[in-house]
């Protein structure tokens, strides 16, 4: 018989009932130590105590209106987001998936503005997540995704991951935009790089292209700089946000360039809750205290902190981990063993890290961790791992 729940998910039997920082506490009682953060949410850990503060706060006063009226939250939020980036206007969404929606509707509408409506192509790469939409599945690209969901979204072109000559040889009239997460999360914490970023700034550049950056899981100073592409020292056209930014309550935001924005006029694109006063109150607080003087400074010396002590776990683990690869607080560990025995290996020893493909599992913990954590964290991992040389020694 079907679960109440609809069974899409392939859960672990764990169940929390508290958080605080990077620590959960189970129904039974116990202690885990969160180093996915809710697939990298909870960007400030859990009740945090300024986000508590002020989700209460706004929760006494005003949930609801919707977009038929000023919201002040919203305009608070759009007006930072633009002060700490390239970007000139914002768009609130509830979730990533909305977030790329509006992204794509964008680059499609700024065409056919431009008097050129036949430039709807847009280059993805593979490996991508950009959610579970229509058109998110059609950018995303994987069987697994679109499978069974009946005619795709038209208007996707996939090239290998990170090849350069196939995105440039992809480029035809009716392209529109590349689109490409600066480092693919769900495809294994794997980087572009500075130099492929610039070149796909230039090549976008050179014909005339828009350049959509999905940093719903990089950005928010995960990586250490606000938003990931500031390494590459170049900006795009249109970033999607997400995940961190609400710090665990559900907030996304598309920001654009002027120009990229162009198309968006009034009636052309909406939403009933993105945007809300509850959301954006949480967003502001997320957004002071991750570009508060020194937050990403901190994050920069945690994430090499963490770093070292990976590196010390694959060295004296070389039959289970295989390699480190991320930068900043998104990092991947290689696995030798199957990624779902290590996760499991995690549950026993109350150590939280989150699969990924191509063999890794994934580490986005808070980014205000204390170093004593991450070092409990590494401690763990080394029992991790030091169980699953004993479950192969057994079984040989
Ligand atoms: C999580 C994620 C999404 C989808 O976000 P949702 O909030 O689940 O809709 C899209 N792109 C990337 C890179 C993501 O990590």
């Known amino acids: 018989m079907i679960s109440p729940v609809l069974p899409t998910y392939a859960r672990a039997p764990l169940s929390f009932v508290k958080g605080q920082g990077p620590w959960l506490e189970s129904e039974t009682g116990e202690m885990y130590l969160d180093m996915g953060a809710?697939?990298?949410?909870?960007?400030?850990?859990?009740?945090?105590?300024?986000?508590?503060?002020?989700?209460?706060?706004?929760?006494?006063?005003?949930?609801?209106?919707?977009?038929?009226?000023?919201?002040?939250?919203?305009?608070?939020?759009?007006?930072?987001?633009?002060e700490h980036t390239f970007a000139d206007t914002v768009f609130m969404t509830n979730s990533g998936t909305e977030a790329m929606e509006a992204a794509v509707k964008m680059a499609r509408k700024y065409f056919s503005h431009k008097g050129q409506p036949e430039r709807v192509e847009i280059i993805t790469f593979e490996?991508?997540?950009h959610g579970r939409s229509s058109a998110g599945i059609a950018a995303s690209g994987g069987a697994k995704m679109v499978d069974g969901f009946g005619p795709i979204l038209p208007g996707f072109v996939q090239v290998p991951f990170n090849d350069l000559e196939a995105a440039k040889a992809a480029i035809n009239e009716n392209t529109a935009a590349i689109l490409l997460e600066p480092i693919q999360g769900e495809g294994g914490i794997r980087p572009f790089g500075d130099a492929s970023l610039k070149a796909l700034r230039e090549m976008c550049d050179a014909h005339g292209l828009l350049l959509i950056l999905d940093e719903i899981q990089c950005g928010m100073g995960r990586t250490g700089k606000l938003f990931a592409h500031e390494w590459a020292g170049i900006t795009p056209d249109i970033m999607?946000?997400?995940?961190?930014?609400?710090?665990?309550?559900?907030?996304?935001?598309?920001?654009?360039?002027?120009?990229?924005a162009s198309g968006m006029v009034a009636g052309t694109h909406g939403s009933t809750y993105g945007g809300n006063p509850l959301a954006c109150a949480v967003g502001c607080a997320v957004m002071n205290e991750i570009t508060s003087d020194g937050f990403l400074t901190d994050v920069s010396r945690l994430a090499g902190h963490l770093r070292q002590g990976l590196e010390?776990?694959?060295?004296?683990?070389?039959?289970?981990?295989?390699?480190?690869?991320?930068?900043?607080?998104?990092?991947?560990?290689g696995c030798k063993k199957p990624v779902p025995d290590v996760v499991n290996a995690g549950y026993d020893e109350h150590i939280l890290v989150v699969p990924a493909a191509d063999n890794v599992i994934r580490l986005l913990p808070p980014l205000n961790m204390s170093t004593e954590d991450i070092d409990e964290a590494l401690w763990r991992l080394d029992r991790v791992a030091a169980a699953l040389e004993r479950q192969h020694d057994a079984g040989a």
């Not at 999607?240 to 990229?260: M, S």
């Not at 010390?312 to 560990?333: C, N, Q, S, Y």
Request: overall charge negative.
């Open 240 to 260: 999607t946000i997400a995940k961190g930014i609400g710090g665990g309550f559900p907030l996304g935001a598309c920001v654009a360039t002027e120009e990229a």
């Open 312 to 333: 010390g776990l694959v060295a004296d683990h070389p039959d289970v981990f295989e390699f480190v690869r991320g930068k900043g607080l998104m990092v991947a560990l």
């Open 127 to 129: 490996g991508a997540f």
């Open 38 to 82: 809710g697939i990298g949410t909870c960007a400030l850990g859990h009740a945090h105590p300024k986000l508590v503060a002020v989700l209460e706060d706004q929760a006494r006063r005003l949930w609801h209106t919707s977009n038929l009226y000023e919201i002040p939250n919203q305009a608070c939020l759009a007006a930072k987001l633009v």
